[in-house]
């Protein structure tokens, strides 16, 4: 076999690998898949050319080229405690976590050089400035406020990075040592003076529905008292008509009448009140119609008896010397 045939035909292999690696290279560098929710900017000769969607894309191999891939998802991103001075002077420290996304990867690659960094130290500048305005205690107690003055802030001044602030929250308030321990102090004295004035307030609640019950229990019972005394009189009453009634239908005569009101009076003395006796005027012509009644009897069985026998008078005895 000749040498330079030999040669040629090592050289045509050579060749060949070395196309059939170029086509792979070019092949390789052309074809980029994008993730899902990430987006790839993409720059022709160090210009913008096009922001790459999530899937399959092509590429123009050594003139096109890919930065790196922009995260689009919503981002959470705690930053470390920030030393702030309040109103009243006094230095706390304050934890804040911020939620942002990247809604447009051009912007957040080229109008800011590292967005993380800027959304931290704006979010410090402007916790400073909220803060600095309010006292302690409104600093502990306007937490919604000062999260909505804060997510208002970063949104208007990162919305030109490509970013959109969704929440930003105050994740731990910390004051000095000195501070907790008179806050823990004043809450403390402000729990008892609590408990004591609910402790009263029961005892006169307790107070006030005893009084009440007592005072209804006094009540029902006068109630009753008046009911009972109102069935009794009129049980009384209506004894004392039906006696009257049955007197009027008997007819009685001024005698029988008489007999009864002479059976009635030991009765009323029978009663431990009756310590003074007054007799009414009808009294004495009772007592009068009654013993006209006997005398009238009397002399009606006199004049009704057999006439009695005269007897012998008895002679005298005479004297004994």
């Not at 009911?227 to 009257?244: D, H, K």
């Amino acid at each position: 076999m000749d040498i330079g045939a030999f040669i040629g035909q090592i050289f045509v292999v050579v060749l060949l690998i070395v196309v059939a690696i170029f086509v792979i290279v070019v092949i390789f560098r052309s074809i980029r898949i994008i993730p899902q929710a990430y987006a790839g900017v993409v720059e022709r000769l160090g210009r913008y050319q096009r922001t790459l969607s999530p899937g399959l894309n092509l590429l123009v191999p050594f003139i096109d080229r890919l930065r790196p891939l922009v995260d689009m998802r919503e981002q959470v991103v705690s930053f470390p405690p920030q030393p702030v001075i309040t109103e009243d002077n006094l230095v706390v420290s304050i934890d804040t976590v911020v939620y942002f996304q990247v809604t447009d990867a051009r912007a957040a690659t080229y109008e800011i050089a590292n967005y993380l960094s800027a959304v931290e130290q704006l979010t410090t500048t402007t916790l400073r400035n909220v803060v600095g305005g309010l006292n302690l205690e409104q600093a502990l107690t306007s937490r919604d406020n000062i999260n909505g003055q804060l997510r208002v802030v970063l949104d208007e001044a990162t919305g030109k990075w490509g970013l959109r602030v969704s929440r930003v929250e105050l994740k731990a308030i910390d004051p000095p040592h000195s501070i907790q321990d008179s806050m823990e102090k004043q809450m403390r004295a402000e729990r008892e003076r609590r408990a004591t004035i609910l402790t009263a307030e029961g005892s006169k609640q307790s107070q006030i529905l005893e009084a009440e019950g007592r005072r209804q229990a006094e009540i029902l019972k006068a109630e009753g008292d008046k009911q009972a005394a109102i069935l009794r009189a009129q049980g009384e009453g209506e004894a004392i008509q039906t006696v009257f009634d049955a007197i009027h239908r008997g007819n009685p005569d001024d005698k029988l009448l008489a007999y009864q009101y002479l059976q009635t009076l030991p009765k009323i003395s029978e009663s431990p009140s009756s310590k003074l006796w007054i007799i009414p005027s009808e009294f004495t012509e009772a007592m009068k119609t009654l013993s006209s009644g006997f005398v009238a009897k009397a002399a009606d069985a006199a004049r009704d008896a057999p006439p009695s026998t005269p007897q012998a008078p008895v002679p005298p005895v005479p004297p004994t010397s």
